[in-house]
C-alpha cells in the first residue's frame, strides 16, 4: 500500500487565543484519492484546506504533503512548492477581469518562468479537456460562472500538481454546471490519479467522492466510504445523522 501524500497529525487552528477553529485532527491521504469534506458553518472544512495548502499556519501539530511541512518553509520556498505542487479552486472564481480566460489559465505557467509558446500550448491543451476551447478569447465577464470555474480549475491545473484542493468550487454554480464540475474531478482523479479534495455542503456533490469526512466544532467526527450510500439522499441521511450523534454525545458528557 502506498504511503500517505498528506498527513496531518494532532492538527490545531486556534483565532483570537480560543476560538478552536480545527481542534485535533489526525488525517492520511493517499495518492488518487477523491475526498470530501462536510460540515456545517464554523466546523473547520475551509480551515482545514487552507492549513493543507499552507495559506495560514497551525496553531499546533504538524501538516505534512510529500514529507515536507509547509509551516517551516520560507514564504518564497512556500510559494514555490504551492504552486508546483498544488492546486487550488474557491467559490469565487478570483480570475483576473482584464485577462482573457487563455491568459488568466497561463498565469502560473509564466510565472514558473514557461515561455509563452509553451504557455499557450499547455493552457490550450487544458482548456481542450475541459470543454472550454471556444471561450479562450473571452474575458470573464463574459463567461457563465459553469465556464469561470472551468477556466479556474484549468488555471489550477496548468502545472500538473499532484494535488488539487477545491473549496466550495459548485456554491455559485447551477446544477447542471455542477454535476459537470463533479464529472470532471471525477475523472482527473480516475484517469490521472490526482489527490482531490474537496469541501462542499451539498451531498449531490459529495457523493461523486470516494471518501467523506465530517467536521464539527473542529474535530472529526466521521470518516467513511461514499460506497456505503446509496445515492445523494443517503449520504445526507447518514450526514445528519453522524452530526445529530455527535451532538448527542456532547450534550450527555456536559450533563455528567
Not at 463574459?142 to 456554491?171: F, M, N, W, Y
Request: proline share 4%.
Amino acid at each position: 500500500m502506498s504511503s500517505s501524500v498528506i498527513r496531518t497529525l494532532g492538527l490545531k487552528k486556534y483565532f483570537s487565543g480560543q476560538t478552536k477553529a480545527l481542534d485535533g485532527v489526525d488525517l492520511d491521504v493517499r495518492a488518487g484519492e477523491f475526498i470530501a469534506v462536510m460540515g456545517a458553518s464554523g466546523s473547520g472544512k475551509s480551515t482545514l484546506l487552507h492549513l493543507i495548502a499552507g495559506l495560514t499556519r497551525p496553531t499546533s501539530g504538524e501538516v505534512l504533503i510529500e514529507g515536507h511541512d509547509p509551516a517551516g518553509m520560507s514564504d518564497n520556498a512556500l510559494t514555490r512548492f504551492r504552486r508546483r505542487r498544488i492546486g487550488l479552486v474557491f467559490q469565487r472564481f478570483n480570475l483576473i477581469p482584464h485577462l482573457t480566460a487563455l491568459e488568466n489559465i497561463m498565469i502560473p505557467l509564466l510565472a514558473e518562468g514557461k515561455n509563452r509558446k509553451n504557455a499557450i500550448k499547455r493552457a490550450s491543451e487544458l482548456a481542450g479537456t475541459l470543454g472550454i476551447t471556444g471561450q479562450l478569447d473571452q474575458f470573464p465577464d463574459t463567461l457563465s460562472g459553469g465556464e469561470q470555474q472551468r477556466v479556474t480549475l484549468a488555471r489550477a491545473l496548468s502545472l500538473d500538481p499532484a494535488i488539487l484542493l477545491a473549496d466550495e468550487p459548485t456554491g455559485n454554480l447551477d446544477s447542471l454546471s455542477s454535476q459537470r464540475i463533479c464529472e470532471i474531478l471525477d475523472r482527473l482523479c480516475r484517469d490521472e490519479k490526482r489527490i482531490i479534495l474537496l469541501v462542499t455542503h451539498e451531498p449531490s456533490v459529495a457523493v461523486w467522492s470516494k471518501r467523506l469526512l465530517i467536521l464539527k466544532d473542529g474535530r472529526l467526527i466521521a470518516d467513511r466510504p461514499t460506497s456505503d450510500f446509496q445515492d445523494a439522499h443517503h449520504l445526507a441521511a447518514a450526514y445528519q445523522q453522524a452530526v445529530e450523534d455527535r451532538s448527542d454525545k456532547k450534550e450527555r458528557k456536559c450533563a455528567e
